[in-house]
């Protein structure tokens, strides 16, 4: 936790707030802070800045605080992924987010397991904490927006082409032979498949939307690492 | 696991294998594969190719295998890492071996807790079980090597000048001012530094050595993130 991230209900005044729980634990466990000790905060969806300890003990965290910078600019890539296996879900939102990602929508693929879409983890509490943890941790007061499409041709053909409008789309994709070059400094949609890749079908429909395939690296990467290899790669090339 | 990874001791003659334990219960329970079935394979060190099952029961399972294709280019960059907390470590040194990275070596820094050394997690034996889930990961056979270096200044100057030869050095650091331009198409030495940095005594001593700071994001990335976001960045550089 890189920032406390601080929420509307927290506040008691205009620049005092107090905090209980999992914030105030790690305030004593981790930070070992005290009164008077400064903390970097910011207030969700709001800028950042520093607060100051005014109390503090086992029950409650107050601080003054004190904001006054804006957030990191957002990347500017938009994410389609194909939904992973729970566990690899919440770190790859973690990941995502902390990449700045502002934009996550997960859809359907035919290697998707079925039993992926009942998991807990969809639950849009679960999926909140995981964009706070990812927040907290590249400071970062803006939540991305993550929807789920639980059905692949429908999304593809009536979703993405406005997600497109400006944008330039990209599949991170093992399989694909002589992939043509990307266009450089774009904004992009980038279109993630499951363990063991979309199936040529997908691919033919995702490419009929426009969408060009990209070869990252002749390694095949777990989902995690492919969203933050490709960000990087797509990123360096906006730069 | 895209590929089931033999070692010496698996071979019953030149083509034949034996297998038990881990790779057994993989491919029963994930490839449900049956006498006859064809699976990716490689040998530890050399060349990759398939195995066709030949006697598959709950006890063990036998192959013939056909070896002819090398593994994937290695990358182009060694990683110098503050050792992470262990849990950490064990994805990361996983990730790094995805992507291709054949020289780790793990130093100490001032923000390294002292806890960390007495991890279990750098036994050889558990060190090399995450490299052979890397390899098993991205198609790979060739071990990278990991090394362990427990005072930072000794390191810094007398291993790293060794390693900087023909390389250049880069720093992935998140608060350095007035990042120089890296050098494009180079091998590299990419130094990562432990949660919260390296600190500026730290960042002097790896620039007088030659190494470059660079300002990969403008936010906080995990340890595992960073590797993969600056690898990648610097991988993009030498295409």
Not at 114 to 119: E, G, L, P, R, V
Not at 133 to 156: A, I, N, S
Request: one cysteine or more.
């Amino acid at each position: 936790m890189n920032m406390i991230l601080l929420f509307d209900e927290d506040y008691m005044a205009a620049n005092e707030v107090c905090l209980r729980g999992r914030r105030l634990r790690h305030v004593l466990s981790v930070h070992r802070a005290t009164v008077g000790h400064q903390l970097r905060v910011g207030h969700l969806g709001g800028l950042q800045g520093h607060g100051t300890i005014t109390c503090l003990d086992d029950n409650q965290l107050k601080m003054m605080v004190q904001l006054e910078e804006p957030s990191p600019p957002p990347c500017r890539i938009e994410l389609v992924l194909a939904l992973p296996r729970p566990k690899v879900l919440r770190r790859t939102l973690i990941t995502a987010t902390t990449l700045g990602i502002k934009k996550i929508s997960l859809i359907n693929s035919w290697r998707v397991e079925k039993s992926f879409w009942q998991t807990p983890m969809l639950q849009p509490d679960k999926i909140q904490q995981c964009l706070i943890e990812g927040l907290e941790q590249c400071r970062d007061t803006q939540l991305p927006q993550v929807q789920t499409y639980r059905l692949f041709k429908p999304f593809v053909e009536d979703v993405l082409p406005q997600q497109l409008q400006g944008r330039c789309g990209v599949i991170a994709h093992p399989h694909v032979e002589g992939s043509e070059p990307v266009p450089c400094g774009a904004d992009y949609v980038l279109a993630i498949g499951p363990e063991g890749g979309f199936i040529p079908y997908e691919v033919d429909l995702l490419c009929q939307q426009g969408l060009i395939p990209l070869v990252l690296s002749p390694r095949i990467l777990k989902v995690e690492t492919a969203v933050c290899y490709a960000v990087s790669h797509l990123t360096s090339s906006i730069l």
